[in-house]
């Protein structure tokens, strides 16, 4: 995720079209230009380092997280036997493909600088890449040499009952804290902008709701996951299927609370709870299309593409209201042919 | 007890086991077969937990894909490798298999004393060994009151204590079971009434 936000930030930056005002033949003119700012002005150099150095930092937490996966654990036992100087190679070539796309962009600035005459800085850019790399080597290497500690637990505090329908809910503040919170920083910017009020067009506020559950795709995504992989005991529970999806609903209020509270305060008593319905409805359809398409992401995104596409163009036509009758059926009937076929 | 029928399982269109027509009558059965034979597969959608082409019946009346509840209420299941939510403790795990599997907690208490699970049973099951994970799940698959319990290679990472502690469950319990194993339960330790040999995608009952 990391090395493709990169990749396509650089890339972006190289082949963005502008909005007419420069004409074409100018355009490697100034792609140069960023270029030769960046290996002639020290201070553009500097702000180049910090975005590799907060990069490389996140790709250092990366393979520790990684490191630490029990799919991971052979390498404690296996790779620990080589030298330390054949470690630090294969770390070495590890943290060199991650930084790839900078080295790339280097070797076009180092070329750019010969071209113009900029010999130092370009070479600073190449020796602090080569730097950072070295340390991400070095810290893998420790990691996977260490003696490990005892594992961090998140104490879930409270001797209550733990509903099923609350489990995931646990291991979201366990586990996906991370993903929970940037979720929640979407929702508050989509809530911030303007036009999710507007008082004579219901369709605004329910695309809104739309993109506020597209947002928590990811979590609907991992709650599939999480079922599949500690709750698979639940499936030989003598609890009929109207009950499982009812659970699923709980499960997604209580994931929804904040937002569907703000519907119910900012709108009116009808609007708010037409509004959450369909919220729900949607986020019902996300979970129950996982039975069919939640195998993996490459799976999983296109069929939320589509998704997406069609409830917007429901929304637009003004079906709100079929829309949540629909949603809800078409997600029992997922559910209904998916949850018992599972493996 | 048992009666499959047309039973059907295939993973990626590739078939893994298929059992045209077969009764099992009340008892304690073997579940024999080399790695990959299928012995999982079976308990799993025995369990009704995986998904299959086919039937299976329990007791002449209850069918797994029709009467799903009724079924699933006689039919307990330990898995091979137990996984559970990591921060739940032992006792929260008993505490949902009492509420599915109607059992009460003097009954669950009891099973746990008798694996001397005591100490860690409040622990949260991330910080449980392999041993110690197998030992709650085999609690688990007796709570209620099965007509059938399944458990999935029941004798791996157990100590020969707990070993006895679960021969004696067994014999005690009104209970069938299928217990898929590649070591044969101890002479003496366990009658077992027949076994089920897992091999060339099929099922075959080889009575002693």
Redesign the interface.
């Known amino acids: 995720m990391l090395l493709f936000m990169f990749v396509t930030f650089i890339s972006y930056c190289f082949f963005i079209n502008t909005l007419g005002a420069i004409p074409q033949n100018w355009m490697a003119y100034f792609q140069q230009l960023i270029t030769i700012t960046l290996v002639s002005n020290p201070l553009i150099m500097c702000l180049f380092f910090i975005v590799c150095l907060i990069y490389n930092i996140k790709s250092w937490q990366y393979v520790s997280l990684q490191l630490s996966g029990t799919e991971q654990q052979f390498i404690y036992y296996s790779s620990t036997a080589m030298t330390r100087r054949k470690q630090f190679g294969s770390w070495f070539y590890v943290q060199l493909l991650i930084n790839m796309p900078a080295f790339i962009y280097a070797l076009f600035a180092l070329f750019i600088g010969l071209m113009w005459h900029h010999y130092v800085l370009p070479l600073v850019i190449f020796s602090y890449l080569l730097l950072l790399t070295v340390t991400g080597a070095l810290i893998y290497v420790r990691l996977a040499n260490r003696f490990a500690d005892t594992p961090h637990l998140t104490v879930i505090p409270g001797r209550w009952k733990k509903p099923l329908f609350s489990l995931f809910i646990y291991h979201i503040f366990d586990k996906r804290k991370l993903t929970y919170l940037i979720s929640k920083a979407f929702i508050i910017m989509i809530i911030s902008i303007g036009f999710v009020r507007m008082p004579n067009d219901l369709r605004t506020s329910a695309i809104a709701v739309l993109l506020i559950i597209m947002v928590h795709a990811l979590l609907i995504y991992q709650e599939h996951h999480f079922e599949k992989d500690y709750l698979s005991f639940m499936r030989n529970f003598p609890y009929g299927i109207t009950r499982i999806y009812f659970y699923s609903i709980l499960t997604h209020i209580v994931l929804l609370l904040p937002e569907f509270t703000w519907l119910l305060m900012a709108f009116k008593p009808l609007a708010g709870i037409s509004l959450l319905l369909l919220g729900l409805s949607m986020a019902q359809l996300l979970r129950s299309i996982c039975y069919r398409n939640g195998s993996s992401m490459q799976v999983y995104l296109p069929a939320l593409f589509v998704l997406f596409l069609l409830l917007f163009w429901s929304i637009m036509y003004g079906w709100m209201l079929w829309l949540i009758l629909v949603n809800f059926g078409l997600s029992f009937f997922l559910f209904y042919r998916g949850y018992f076929r599972q493996g | 007890m048992l009666h499959l029928q047309q039973f059907k399982k295939y993973y990626h269109h590739r078939l893994v086991l298929a059992i045209d027509d077969l009764r099992i009558s009340p008892g304690t059965y073997w579940v024999k077969g080399v790695n990959g034979s299928g012995k999982s597969t079976l308990l ?1 959608a025995l ?5 299959f082409e086919g039937d299976i019946t329990l007791n002449n009346s209850l069918h797994v ?1 029709r009467q ?6 006689l ?3 330990a ?1 091979a490798e ?7 403790s032992g006792r ?1 795990m008993t ?2 298999f009492i509420s ?2 109607k059992g009460t907690r003097a009954q669950a208490e009891a099973y746990v004393s008798s694996m001397q699970m005591q100490d860690y049973i409040n622990d ?1 099951v ?2 449980y060994s392999s041993g110690m994970l197998k030992k709650l799940s085999l609690v ?1 698959a007796f709570i209620g009151n099965p007509s059938l319990i399944l458990l999935d290679e029941p004798l791996i990472t157990m100590d020969s204590a707990s070993l006895l502690v679960l021969y004696k469950w067994i014999r005690e319990s009104d209970a069938s079971f299928l217990l898929s194993s590649h070591q044969e339960p101890e002479v003496g330790n366990l009658e077992v009434t027949g076994t089920l040999l897992v091999a060339a995608q099929t099922l075959k009952l080889v009575e002693p």
């Open positions: 799993k369990a009704g937990i995986l998904d894909k799903t509840r009724a079924y699933r209420s039919v307990n299941f898995e137990p996984v559970f939510p990591p921060y739940l929260e505490e949902l599915a599997k949260p991330s910080t688990l």
